[in-house]
């Protein structure tokens, strides 16, 4: 990746690039199982990108490698937007009927949105950082929440510009719906090579923290 702009173009550099998406985009469609396999064919384009590869991975059930990475994000899914979930409840607590008199809007209802939103730009920040050290490091790496943190904000710039590609993905990923329901699942395909593209960018780029010090052995 010479830049990250380059995440949006390099699937299209492979002449098989049709076959692989659309296949992949058909297992995508299988819930849970599916979604990991293409989680597991985004960690393999990243691998080939590291590589030097810019070549799409064959489209399969990549379930070993994508368990990984699918566990770590949909934990920090889960953690993060609790409190937007706690503040739903809330307004949806205060809509319901009160003496007959039903509220039509509640200001927590506008804060768990406002904050699911949050949420998920917070998280388009981290995955960059999330892909590269659980790609090394498995679920240890992902859940390593201080390398984590450190990997990105260790040049704060380039964490936004990648969580900015990965969001404008995530965009990509949706306009499936416009044409045909079930194109979404292609275009969701084509999202996770574009998120493979930018943590490969984003590894060369960033400044990686040093390895914590193994514990010392106690002095005799």
Excluded at 10 to 33: E, N, S
Excluded at 179 to 193: D, E, L, M, P, R
Aim: aromatic fraction near 12%; charged fraction near 10%.
């Amino acid at each position: 990746m010479n830049s990250v702009g380059d995440a949006f173009a390099y699937p299209f550099r492979d002449p098989g690039w049709v076959g692989k998406i659309a296949v992949q985009g058909l297992i995508t469609i299988i819930p849970i199982v599916g979604w990991i396999a293409t989680v597991g064919w985004l960690m393999l384009n990243y691998d080939n990108l590291r590589a030097g590869r810019q070549e799409l991975a064959p489209a399969g059930f990549h379930l070993e490698r994508g368990i990984g990475l699918f566990g770590v994000v949909l934990i920090y899914a889960i953690v993060i937007n609790i409190p937007a979930w706690v503040l739903d409840g809330i307004g949806s607590a205060a809509m319901r009927s009160n003496n007959g008199f039903t509220y039509s809007y509640s200001p927590f209802s506008a804060l768990g949105s406002l904050w699911s939103f949050a949420a998920q730009l917070f998280l388009d920040f981290l995955l960059p950082s999330l892909i590269v050290l659980t790609a090394r490091s498995g679920f240890a790496g992902g859940f390593d929440v201080s390398r984590v943190w450190a990997l990105a904000t260790s040049n704060v710039s380039n964490s936004v510009i990648g969580g900015a590609v990965i969001f404008a993905a995530g965009i990509i990923g949706g306009l499936g719906l416009i044409a045909c329901c079930i194109g979404v699942f292609f275009t969701i395909t084509y999202a996770a090579a574009i998120q493979a593209g930018v943590a490969a960018w984003f590894e060369r780029v960033q400044a990686t923290p040093p390895e914590p010090a193994a514990p010392s052995a106690p002095a005799a």
